[in-house]
């Protein structure tokens, strides 16, 4: 797999140029408001009152660290992991990039977790009851550390779009959800990766609850044909920014992180 993906660095470290410049500033501007009624639930879950900061213990912060040695060899290929009588059924992904800080810096030995719906945009899960069928051979959930530069990939199959109960005819765009751990599980970021050109990310009211077009094009993955594999796998890039001004959005932390 290494030998198909171009370690490039990310595109907001210019050629030449110092990685390392000064702390860069979160933009708080970018934030979707936790009110926004075009999002039907956000009304309900939006707070009323100024939110309270608790101090993490220490037991919090410094653990339980989670290493290698528990990760299973097909935690991060979701088209065999749950597989009973076959592979996952769908286009087969692969979906790779890098976790860094705001200076551009890989960030090694990091927890990713990725959960989706299947290529008929269906769960795995007793709530969902879509009318698409299930994949038995599909379990939709994986994980991996990242390298010591900060590098992750998986494979997967590309989900489908599916219907939801916001107003009539609301349909989610095809996305895949992401879970990330720091130094303990109390350090937990989660966010969600969308497709290249898919038509129903300018209509999602989740995605335009968004109030800046930059932030939105964070959360894209764009196709990456030099770490496809021929005649088999097409592959996207979804680098994650964890501070500054180019952070990508996350939905738990939208105050900042």
Same mark, same amino acid.
């Given at each position: 797999m290494n030998d198909l993906v171009s370690h490039a660095p990310p595109a907001f470290v210019k050629e030449g140029t110092n990685p390392y410049p000064e702390l860069f500033r979160r933009d708080y501007a970018a934030q979707s408001p936790a009110y926004t009624p075009i999002y039907k639930t956000s009304v309900l879950r939006s707070p009323r009152n100024a939110l309270l900061s608790i101090d993490h213990t220490v037991s919090e912060t410094t653990g339980p660290v989670f290493g290698h040695n528990e990760l299973g060899l097909l935690d991060n290929d979701l088209i065999m992991n749950y597989a009973k009588d076959g592979e996952a059924i769908g286009p087969r992904i692969i979906v790779h990039g890098y976790v860094l800080d705001e200076n551009g810096r890989g960030l090694p030995n990091t927890l990713v977790e990725f959960w989706q719906a299947n290529a008929g945009g269906r769960y795995r899960h007793k709530n969902d009851t879509y009318? &698409?069928? !299930?994949?038995p051979n599909f379990g939709g959930c994986g994980r991996t550390l990242t390298d010591e530069n900060g590098y992750y990939y998986f494979r997967t !199959? #590309?989900?489908g &779009?599916?219907?939801? #109960?916001?107003y009539v005819n609301s349909w989610r765009p095809a996305h895949i959800h992401f879970s990330l751990f720091g130094n303990a599980f109390a350090q937990r970021l989660i966010t969600q990766m969308y497709f290249e050109g898919d038509p129903l990310i300018k209509v999602c009211p989740i995605i335009k609850t !968004?109030?800046?077009e930059e932030a939105v094009n964070r959360l894209i993955a764009p196709l990456d044909l030099n770490a496809s594999v021929p005649d088999d796998t097409m592959a996207y890039r979804f680098d994650m920014v964890l501070r500054g001004r180019r952070s990508t959005l996350f939905e738990n932390r939208l105050e900042g992180n």
């Open positions: 009318l &698409a069928p !299930i994949d !199959i #590309r989900p &779009a599916y219907p939801w #109960r916001n !968004i109030p800046d």
